[in-house]
T-cell receptor, first 113, second 115 residues
């Protein structure tokens, strides 16, 4: 089941620069997308989300872009900080507001000082 | 800030034994979920629960699994006869009723090791 894919297993970025994490999906029924951040031995922590009626949502240093025609979304972190180093999961939901999340494989982000 | 809690943090059991994983969702939330993550793999949906019944379940959630909300605060996942392949991190999540879509809040997880 590859409905949500994060093709980059890892990303390394210098502190202060932009981090761009990418996610592709195949299921046209998905209409709500979320990014979660996960540290080792902790549960996923919600970061930011976007509905399919929008193409951009911004929250502080985090911006999510959605390209529905390409079935692609990305998370931009500007400026990146060492504390941002974690695994980032893209997730998608379709159908009911309270339906299950389908996750990507995750991307390990390392921000070097 | 309210959070989802899970106990125990780590459970070791012998193959064939029953285990119960416990979760306390955020208090005003009404929708509850269990997910699992096998080491090195994706986070996978197991089951969702609302109004004291299962809303949706995945193919993984077979007859060996059950969920229960025994009181107003706890939400449990029971595995009747554990298999080696049940070894994973199990995450509980909850979300509130509201207009539009709502993010799911996850607990810290229970690491289940089946020997």
């Amino acid at each position: 089941d590859q409905q949500v894919k994060q093709n980059s297993p890892s990303l390394s970025v210098q502190e202060g620069r932009i981090s761009i994490l990418n996610c592709d999906y195949t299921n046209s029924m998905f209409d709500y997308f979320l990014w979660y951040k996960k540290y080792p031995a902790e549960g996923p922590t919600f970061l930011i989300s976007i509905s399919s009626i929008k193409d951009k949502n911004e929250d502080g240093r985090f911006t999510v872009f959605l390209n529905k025609s390409a079935k692609h979304l990305s998370l931009h972190i500007v400026p990146s900080q060492p504390g941002d180093s974690a695994v980032y999961f893209c997730a998608a939901k379709g159908g009911t507001s309270y339906g299950k999340l389908t996750f990507g494989q995750g991307t390990i982000l390392t921000v070097h000082p | 800030e309210p959070e989802v809690t899970q106990t125990p943090s780590h459970q070791v059991t012998q193959m064939g034994q029953e285990v119960i994983l416990r979760c306390v969702p955020i208090s005003n939330h009404l929708y509850f979920y269990w997910y699992r993550q096998i080491l090195g793999q994706k986070v996978e949906f197991l089951v969702s629960f609302y109004n004291n019944e299962i809303s949706e379940k995945s193919e993984i959630f077979d007859d060996q699994f059950s969920v229960e909300r025994p009181d107003g605060s706890n939400f449990t996942l029971k595995i009747r006869s554990t298999k080696l392949e049940d070894s994973a991190m199990y995450f509980c999540a909850s979300t509130s009723r509201g207009l539009g879509y709502n993010e799911q809040f996850f607990g810290p997880g229970t690491r289940l090791t089946v020997l």
